[in-house]
DNA sequence: CAGACGTGGGG
DNA sequence: TCCCCAAGTCT
């Protein structure tokens, strides 16, 4: 037994065997239990575009997927195309959106749809460096739409991905700082044939949704369990310095998020008085994140000095002419 | 590269 | 209650 630890050379890059398999992740493994423990999220279902793949990545960054499940639907019936959704104001946007928190992404997916219905035809690119240019679009959104609504054997890397390949192959309590080249790497040395390497992807990150999670994992009903380094270490604690938690009462954030709340439920413009009364306790603070919501073009003052959503329309009673 | 950027639910 | 953290992106 004690051998048999001596042999996880987790240090190194050694395709260890256990068993007589390969060390690490066995896409058959995974893929197995996928087949069985898939939620069954509406943008997987059949029939769904890749335009509402990438609206459901966008909602999805930083985001729970329950918190998605409730506006994904509406959204994209009401906005099926990029082309649809450009024709929309800003406004719209950023109304529909809600409280689904980073509203930059909202005005980001605007954007998006903008240059997407302009430039490309309406259609989504289906390659990653393309994808990568669009608005709002990041490395791992740019892999997520190449390989979910493509089939694109690209790696996908995002937060989940990298824990559970940092716990089953790294053997480490949790993922190290995010590295794009290794994590690329790590990933495309697991990667089967290209047939089945978008849905092992889509396994991965369920598996570390669902299983492998950060706070409490259940290595138990875990496929990986018989191979996983770090449980085959005895399932050790992170060892490195915890990064302090970020704040966020009484943060700008706060209170940029408490002023376009008053802006969403208000149907037209609101006053310099309105917007006051949403954060009354800081003046400065609070005319700095205004500064910042018109610096992001996440709010506009209008010629008479009232404030509104960007294209929101004006043609109401109190508008000036 | 560290820090900003929303919001709310679960332990 | 408080803290952690959830399919990242941008500067």
């Given at each position: 037994m004690s051998a048999f630890h001596a042999d996880i050379g987790f240090e190194f890059g050694i395709p260890d065997i256990v068993h007589g398999r390969p060390m690490s992740i066995d896409a058959g493994d995974l893929l197995g239990w996928f087949d069985n423990a898939e939620r069954d999220l509406p943008w997987r279902a059949a029939g769904v575009t890749p335009w509402q793949i990438l609206v459901s990545e966008f909602m999805l960054q930083q985001t729970p997927v329950a918190r998605v499940l409730p506006l994904w639907t509406d959204w994209v019936a009401r906005w099926p195309t990029p082309s649809a959704t450009a024709a929309a104001t800003p406004a719209d946007v950023l109304r529909a959106w809600g409280k689904l928190g980073y509203p930059r992404r909202a005005k980001r997916l605007h954007e998006c749809a903008t240059v997407i219905a302009r430039d490309f035809a309406d259609v989504v690119p289906d390659d990653v460096e393309t994808l990568e240019q669009l608005p709002g679009i990041g490395s791992y959104t740019a892999r997520a739409v190449a390989c979910f609504a493509y089939r694109k054997p690209v790696p996908v890397v995002d937060?989940?991905?990298?824990?559970?390949?940092?716990?089953?192959?790294?053997?480490?309590?949790?993922?190290?700082?995010?590295?794009?080249?290794?994590d690329h790497a790590d990933v495309t040395a697991l990667l089967p044939d290209s047939a089945r390497a978008a849905r092992f992807s889509a396994a991965l990150m369920e598996l570390g949704a669902i299983v492998c999670t950060a706070r409490s994992p259940?290595?138990?009903?875990?496929?990986?369990?018989?191979?996983?380094?770090?449980?085959?270490?005895?399932?050790?604690?992170?060892?490195?310095?915890?990064?302090?938690?970020?704040?966020?009462?009484?943060?700008?954030?706060?209170?940029?998020?408490?002023?376009?709340?008053?802006?969403?439920?208000?149907?037209?413009?609101?006053?310099?008085?309105?917007?006051?009364?949403?954060?009354?306790?800081?003046?400065?603070?609070?005319?700095?994140?205004?500064?910042?919501?018109?610096?992001?073009?996440?709010?506009?003052?209008?010629?008479?000095?009232?404030?509104?959503?960007?294209g929101q329309d004006r043609n109401d009673s109190t508008a000036s002419r």
């Open positions: 937060t989940n991905v990298r824990r559970v390949v940092a716990r089953a192959v790294h053997g480490r309590a949790d993922a190290a700082g995010p590295s794009a080249k290794r259940r290595c138990d009903s875990c496929p990986l369990r018989e191979r996983c380094r770090w449980r085959l270490a005895g399932s050790p604690s992170a060892d490195g310095p915890r990064r302090p938690a970020q704040r966020y009462a009484g943060t700008d954030r706060q209170v940029r998020g408490r002023l376009l709340d008053v802006l969403r439920d208000k149907e037209f413009s609101v006053t310099r008085a309105e917007i006051d009364v949403a954060w009354p306790m800081d003046a400065v603070q609070r005319e700095r994140a205004l500064a910042s919501l018109l610096d992001d073009g996440l709010v506009e003052q209008l010629a008479d000095g009232r404030f509104a959503l960007p």
